[in-house]
Every structure is written in structure tokens, then in C-alpha cells.
T-cell receptor, first 110, second 119 residues
Framework: GEDVEQSLFLSVREGDSSVINCTYT??????LYWYKQEPGAGLQLLTY?????DMKQDQRLTVLLNKKDKHLSLRIADTQTGDSAIYFC??????????FGKGTMLLVSP | GAVVSQHPSRVICKSGTSVKIECRSL??????MFWYRQFPKKSLMLMAT?????????EQGVEKDKFLINHASLTLSTLTVTSAHPEDSSFYIC???????????????FGEGSRLTVL
């Protein structure tokens, strides 16, 4: 079945850039998403990218997609303490359900 | 963005009782809702897919008689954990897919989650 892999933990200093990486196996993935989960809360969609795109930028967020290597990354510029959360990479084929990675815990220290 | 609300956010119950969790789409009609279960430090596990007006489709290994799902309207789906046991303690999250733009992107909107603790 489909599989989505992420590193489990990332620690950065406030003001630095954070890069969270994700790999997936499903070659028919149509959309790839980044969700943010704060403690005890549901998931908030941060951004998504369509599979025919290489890059998408949205304010401090930059998503890079290497479809050949099935590699997705999320870069957060000028990381703030409020960015501390768990970040989930997910993929689907549009109307199917999402397959999630295990999440990367981002810890931002002052 | 679209809002999905879950209630209750926290519930504690005794073993053997049943608990109902509601998931509502507040500002859009959700033809499809998904129920997930999240274990500590784990990713989300899809439990079932719920389509309005029809029976839910359960994932392999999920007991449909234990986790009853009802999607009676386009804005409400409920998950009832019947005869709850301590091992059912978990964080349950619902999500909904709306119409229009979000249906085209496949984007899901998530509820805030419901923390169930079975004593």
C-alpha cells in the first residue's frame, strides 16, 4: 500500500529556517499536503501542491516537490516559537482519503 | 477556510458505557466525512469513511459494531463508541470534504478532535 515517511523530530532556533522532509511511495499521488497539529488540537491545512508543480510559495512557507524521487519538503522561513507543532505530510489522488506520514515534531527555541 | 466542529472535546466515561462524538461542518455541506483515530506520538489512522445517507465504509480491522457511524445530514456525522473499554481511549478526529474548490483539491477540513478516556 501507500507509504509516507517523515523524520520524527526537528529542532531549530527562532529566526532560522526549518526544512521538514517527506518521502512517499504512491506514484499516482495527485495532491500532496502539509498539515500542522498543535497540542490537543485537530489538523490545520498549511498548504498543498499539485503533482505537476515543482514549487509553491505562500508567505513564509515554501513547498518543493521532486516527483521523480517522490520527495516533498516544507521550508518555513524565519521560524517563530508559534511554529512549534507537529507537521504532517499527506497525499491522495484527489477524491480518495489521505495517507499521512507519522508527523515531524518541530521545536523552536528562543 | 471552512470550519469543522467536534463535540465534546474531552470525555471521560466508565468502562462498558457508550459515548457519542459529533462532527459538524459549520459553513459548508460535507458529502463525505472521515473518522480518524490518533494514538500518542503516532500518525492518524483512518477508521471509516462516511457518506451522507449511506452506510459507512470501515477500514480493515475496525469493528463496525463497536464504532457506529451515522451521517444523517450533510452537516453532521456521529461516531458512537459502544461498550467502551480502556483500550478505546484515544484522540478521535473527524474531517470533512466539502464541495466547490475543496472538492477539486481534495482538501480535508479537520475538527479539533475529541479526547476519549475510558476508566
Amino acid at each position: 500500500g501507500e507509504d509516507v515517511e517523515q523524520s520524527l523530530f526537528l529542532s531549530v532556533r527562532e529566526g532560522d529556517s526549518s526544512v521538514i522532509n517527506c518521502t512517499y511511495t504512491d506514484s499516482s499521488s495527485t495532491y500532496l499536503y502539509w498539515y500542522k497539529q498543535e497540542p490537543g488540537a485537530g489538523l490545520q491545512l498549511l498548504t498543498y501542491i499539485f503533482s505537476n508543480m515543482d514549487m509553491k510559495q505562500d508567505q513564509r512557507l515554501t513547498v518543493l516537490l521532486n516527483k521523480k524521487d517522490k520527495h516533498l519538503s516544507l521550508r518555513i522561513a524565519d521560524t517563530q516559537t508559534g511554529d512549534s507543532a507537529i507537521y504532517f505530510c499527506a497525499e491522495n489522488e484527489g477524491y480518495s482519503t489521505l495517507t499521512f506520514g507519522k508527523g515531524t515534531m518541530l521545536l523552536v527555541s528562543p | 477556510g471552512a470550519v469543522v466542529s467536534q463535540h465534546p472535546s474531552r470525555v471521560i466515561c466508565k468502562s462498558g458505557t457508550s459515548v457519542k462524538i459529533e462532527c459538524r461542518s459549520l459553513d459548508f455541506q460535507a458529502t463525505t466525512m472521515f473518522w480518524y483515530r490518533q494514538f500518542p506520538k503516532k500518525s492518524l489512522m483512518l477508521m471509516a469513511t462516511s457518506n451522507e445517507g449511506s452506510k459507512a465504509t470501515y477500514e480493515q480491522g475496525v469493528e463496525k459494531d463497536k464504532f457506529l457511524i451515522n451521517h444523517a445530514s450533510l452537516t453532521l456525522s456521529t461516531l458512537t463508541v459502544t461498550s467502551a473499554h480502556p483500550e478505546d481511549s484515544s484522540f478521535y478526529i473527524c474531517s470533512a470534504r466539502g464541495s466547490g474548490g475543496s472538492a477539486n483539491t481534495g482538501e480535508l477540513f479537520f475538527g479539533e478532535g475529541s479526547r476519549l478516556t475510558v476508566l
